[in-house]
Every structure is written in C-alpha cells, then in structure tokens.
C-alpha cells in the first residue's frame, strides 16, 4: 500500500472516530450520574435542623431532624442508588420553604426556591449539570395560608418554577423530575380550617398549571427528559383505599384522616406567644433571636404545628401507640411508612423513565 493511500485511510478512520461520539450523544438520550433535590419539609432530611442549631424539629418527638417520625423518602432514595447505582444525591430542601418570597410579616419564613438553586450553584456553577438529575417538589407552603386571587397566586408559583427549571437548563440541565402537590385540604390541619376549600382550590389549580408547563418543556426541548410524578393521586388512592398499598408494600395503615400526634390541635393552638419559646441558640447560627423566631412560628402552620407536638411531648403528651398505621405523622407531615412507600413509587418511576450512567 502506498504511503499516500494508507494516510488518507488513517484519516477517514480519525475523523470516524471522532465524529461517531457526536452522532452516538445525539441519537442517545441524557443519562444522570447524581441527583440534585429542592423542596421543603416534606423532602428536607435534616437541614433546616441543622440551619437553625437544632431548634426545629426537634427530636424527640421527631426523628433526627426530619419532620417525620423516622427517615423520609429522600433517605430511602439516597440509599439506594448509591448502593445500586453508585450515585450521590444532593438535598437542598428547607422546611418553610416557599417558591415565591412573601414576607415574613405575613407569616412566612424568608427561604425560597431561588435562593436554595442559588446556594447550589455557588458551589457548582462550574460543574456539568447535564449528567445530573433534578428533583423538585415543593409549593405548598405558598398556599397553606390561602389568597384573596387564586388563579395569580397559582400562576405565580408556577412560573417560578418553570423560570427556575429554565434558569437551570441554560446552564446545560437536561434532567428534570417534577412532583406536583397532594391536596393541602385533605390533611388534618385542611379539614379544619375554614378555607378549606380554597386550599383545595390552590392545588387543583397548581396541578393543572404545573401539568402544562412540564408539556410545554416537552414540546420545547426535544433533548430534555422532565416529567411529572403525580403525587396527588397517589395520596387520593391512598387516602381512599388504603388497602392497596398495604399489599403491595406489606404495610398496615388502617388510619387516613386524623394523626399520630392528636393533643390538643385547634385553630387557637397555633397562636403561640413569644414569651412561651424558650430555646437555646448556638453560635449565632439562627437568623433570627427568639421572639422574631416564635412569631415567625406563630404565623407558619407547617412550623407551628411541629412546634405544637414539640410542645407537647415536652409536657408528657405522648403519640399513638401505632404510627406505622397512619398515613399523618403531625397534622401536615407524612409517617415514616408512608415516605417508604413514596421512596420506592419515586424510585421506581425514576429507573423506568430515567436512565443512570
């Protein structure tokens, strides 16, 4: 073979083997070799403990700093792919959170969506985003408080969310799972409350909008694989036939409407004085002194009903007997059972739609 010859088949075969990994990443879909979390107490696995030196929620009654009576699904989760996957997972969800920022003179604490994303990408702006896996499930805290104009709260709430979801695509994200709201009025504080159906209202609506901002992601990134884990129905289905669920995961839960933690919970019991919060501060690591602290407190149901069973149990209140067989732990939070079984749904969603390196 002349010399001529074999170096233009050594470059044909240079520019194949360059030229094949593009074709390959374009036909493939994205993979993700970790998982980014942003949500609120029902996702947070610790850190709002740790962010306000072990105020909330304390433990005992609660579990190591998650609003639960043991771990909750991101535990579940995290275990299991590292163990099966090798893969890590980041949790930046705080209880209290909101996705919009009301002020805390309304009676909500200052801890959003944006300024979690922010704190993440502080420290990873730099790092390729297109091989991790975004979870966001959060939103309920913007609406607990109930509104004069559903339908513009619900929009902006949202929008939020779909700029956030952007925000990260441009920095090269091309996973995204979204996990809409279970019915805020449904829980033992909705049923109680005299709003309790524009809290229902605030969720169908946030359902429906969040429904057709996910299709629109679809339509419009053809690269990007986001869908939306329904979690509304799963907890309606729970709510309705428990029994379901009790044979698919050998569970027990017998109880869907009241809690575990069932002392003394009225409207009137959320009004806590600042006078009656007496708790010791570390290092100056709260953001706030103790009487900013417990009107905040006062003002945020999913704050002030952990600081109720907190409360209590500090009085000799003691919780059922049988936790594993309710579907509330408080008057907001889910069991430890029940984060198990939305661990392994949400597991099982992402290994059939999702695909890890």
Same mark, same amino acid.
């Given at each position: 073979?002349?010399?001529?010859?074999?170096?233009f088949y050594?470059?044909?075969?240079c520019?194949i083997?360059?030229?094949?990994?593009?074709?390959?990443?374009?036909?493939?879909?994205?993979?993700?070799? %970790?998982?980014?979390?942003?949500?609120?107490?029902l996702?947070?696995?610790?850190n709002?403990?740790?962010?306000?030196?072990?105020i909330? +929620? #304390?433990s005992?009654? $609660?579990? *190591?700093?998650?609003?639960?009576?043991?771990?909750?699904?991101?535990?579940?989760?995290d275990l299991?792919?590292?163990?099966k996957r090798?893969?890590?997972?980041?949790?930046?969800?705080?209880?209290?959170?909101?996705?919009?920022?009301?002020?805390?003179?309304?009676?909500f604490?200052?801890?959003?969506?944006?300024a979690?994303?922010?704190?993440?990408?502080?420290?990873?702006?730099?790092?390729?985003?297109s091989?991790?896996?975004?979870?966001?499930?959060?939103?309920?805290?913007?609406?607990?408080e109930g509104?004069?104009?559903l339908?513009?709260?619900?929009? /902006?709430?949202?929008?939020q @969310? &779909?700029?956030?979801i952007?925000?990260?695509?441009?920095?090269?994200?091309?996973? =995204?799972?979204?996990?809409?709201? +279970?019915?805020?009025?449904?829980?033992?504080?909705?049923?109680?409350?005299?709003?309790?159906?524009?809290?229902?209202?605030?969720?169908?609506?946030? /359902?429906? %909008?969040?429904?057709?901002?996910?299709l #629109?992601?679809?339509?419009?990134?053809?690269?990007l694989?986001?869908?939306?884990?329904?979690?509304?129905? =799963?907890?309606?289905?729970?709510?309705e #036939?428990?029994?379901?669920?009790?044979k698919?995961?050998n569970v027990?839960?017998?109880?869907?409407? &009241?809690s575990?933690?069932?002392?003394?919970?009225t409207?009137h019991?959320?009004? @806590?004085?600042?006078?009656?919060?007496?708790i010791?501060?570390a *290092?100056?690591?709260?953001?706030?002194?103790?009487?900013?602290?417990?009107?905040?407190?006062?003002?945020v149901?999913?704050?002030a009903?952990?600081?109720?069973?907190?409360?209590? $149990?500090?009085l000799g209140?003691?919780?059922?007997e049988?936790?594993?067989?309710?579907v509330?732990?408080?008057?907001?939070?889910?069991?430890r059972?029940?984060?198990?079984?939305?661990? /392994?749904?949400? @597991?099982?969603?992402?290994?059939?739609?999702?695909?890890?390196?």
């Amino acid at each position: 073979m002349k010399y001529s010859t074999f170096k233009f088949y050594l470059t044909q075969l240079c520019l194949i083997v360059l030229i094949f990994p593009l074709f390959a990443r374009a036909d493939s879909p994205p993979t993700f070799n %970790k998982i980014v979390i942003f949500g609120d107490s029902l996702t947070d696995n610790g850190n709002l403990f740790l962010h306000d030196a072990g105020i909330l +929620p #304390k433990s005992p009654p $609660y579990f *190591n700093g998650r609003f639960s009576n043991g771990d909750v699904w991101t535990d579940s989760l995290d275990l299991y792919f590292q163990a099966k996957r090798h893969i890590v997972s980041e949790n930046y969800a705080l209880g209290g959170e909101t996705v919009i920022y009301h002020s805390p003179i309304e009676g909500f604490v200052p801890y959003t969506l944006s300024a979690s994303v922010q704190g993440y990408l502080f420290s990873a702006y730099f790092q390729d985003k297109s091989h991790v896996l975004y979870i966001i499930w959060i939103g309920a805290n913007d609406y607990v408080e109930g509104a004069t104009d559903l339908d513009q709260l619900s929009t /902006n709430v949202v929008n939020q @969310i &779909s700029d956030t979801i952007q925000h990260l695509i441009d920095l090269g994200a091309e996973n =995204f799972l979204v996990i809409n709201l +279970p019915d805020v009025a449904a829980t033992p504080y909705g049923r109680i409350q005299e709003k309790r159906e524009v809290l229902a209202t605030l969720t169908r609506l946030h /359902n429906k %909008k969040l429904s057709s901002a996910i299709l #629109k992601f679809q339509r419009d990134h053809k690269n990007l694989i986001i869908h939306e884990f329904d979690m509304n129905h =799963f907890f309606v289905e729970l709510m309705e #036939k428990p029994d379901t669920y009790n044979k698919q995961f050998n569970v027990n839960i017998t109880d869907t409407q &009241s809690s575990c933690w069932n002392g003394g919970y009225t409207l009137h019991a959320l009004a @806590i004085r600042p006078e009656e919060v007496n708790i010791p501060f570390a *290092n100056g690591r709260v953001d706030f002194d103790r009487d900013q602290l417990a009107a905040l407190i006062s003002k945020v149901p999913d704050l002030a009903v952990v600081y109720r069973a907190m409360e209590s $149990y500090s009085l000799g209140l003691i919780a059922c007997e049988n936790p594993d067989e309710f579907v509330f732990w408080d008057h907001v939070h889910p069991t430890r059972v029940v984060h198990k079984i939305i661990s /392994n749904l949400i @597991i099982d969603y992402i290994n059939q739609y999702y695909h890890a390196q």
